[in-house]
């Protein structure tokens, strides 16, 4: 169900805005659904992994089961909007100030078009605006022509990621082609703390110096090495690059996504950094 928002905020959502600006952030990309994919088990994991998520000031997760590739034909649409419904009542009872929002992890596949059509492949947040896609990961796919596609249907792409991807942390002219396509690119916030290696970790800090990455989210999955880390990595990013980098990345483009706006690029923010090294 591809749904419009409206380019101007709600009072609600400036209410929203406000509280925000008191660093309570929104994760775009987190695997919270119960017994759906390589995410929680149960009930009762999802509720200990929504449990960190609010505990790490994260007040609106929107919730990425893998869709296509190796989940093909599960996870539609339908169910992930019903199995978000539950948790949402669960969290309620539970007393866990968390909000969760239907969305998808979704791999590449040239039939995403069609199947967003069809309500086979959700957007994120349903906005109908944005939608998060994974490459494989062990092969290349140029994702030019399916960019292109997705923007006649009026949505953009969000690349999950990429400094995880050993073909993309190191092909910089694709990326810059992509992102000339009007794509966005998101960082894992545990790769920017060395989480997933040394070389993921350059790849993310050189994508968020150089102004390339738009998006921090926590692509969490467990608290077994995937919970969330986003106060951290907030502060890491304002320690290097400065709160104001850091407000964009962790708080107000995530915003912008969640309620169906334009995102304001880093680009302008990161002429004159640092080289990568002294990052590190």
């Known amino acids: 169900m591809i749904q419009s928002v409206n380019d101007s905020l709600t009072e609600t959502e400036k209410i929203r805005r406000d509280t925000f600006g008191q660093r309570k952030y929104i994760d775009i990309h987190c ?54 419904s539950k948790l949402n009542e669960e969290l309620k009872s539970s007393g866990i100030d968390l909000t969760v929002m239907p969305g998808g992890d979704v791999r590449v596949d040239e039939r995403i078009c069609q199947l967003i059509e069809t309500d086979k492949v959700l957007t994120l947040a349903d906005g109908g605006r944005y939608i998060l896609l994974e490459l494989p990961h062990k092969i290349f796919i140029d994702i030019e022509q399916l960019l292109i596609d997705l923007s006649h249907l009026g949505i953009q792409a969000v690349i999950s990621h990429p400094e995880r991807h050993p073909v993309l942390e190191k092909e910089h002219k694709t990326l810059m082609k992509f992102i000339d396509q009007s794509a966005y690119l998101q960082v894992t916030a545990g790769s920017l703390l060395g989480d997933f290696g040394i070389q993921a970790q350059k790849a993310a800090w050189h994508f968020i110096s150089s102004g390339w990455a738009s998006l921090i989210a926590t692509d969490s999955h467990s608290l077994k090495g995937r919970g969330p880390c986003m106060k951290a990595t907030f502060k890491q990013i304002s320690g290097k690059l400065g709160e104001e980098t850091a407000q964009l990345v962790c708080i107000e483009n995530p915003l912008r996504l969640l309620t169906g706006q334009d995102m304001t690029p880093v680009y302008s923010m990161s002429a004159g950094r640092c080289c990568d090294e002294a990052i590190l």
């Not at 119960?34 to 790490?56: F, K, Y």
């Open 31 to 84: 695997h919270c659904l119960p017994a759906v994919d390589d995410g929680p088990a149960t009930m009762s994991d999802a509720l200990t992994l929504c449990r960190a998520l609010a505990d790490d000031d994260i007040e609106t997760v929107i919730a990425t089961p893998h869709q296509l590739g190796r989940f093909d034909n599960s996870n539609s649409a339908a169910k992930i909007r019903e199995d978000v």
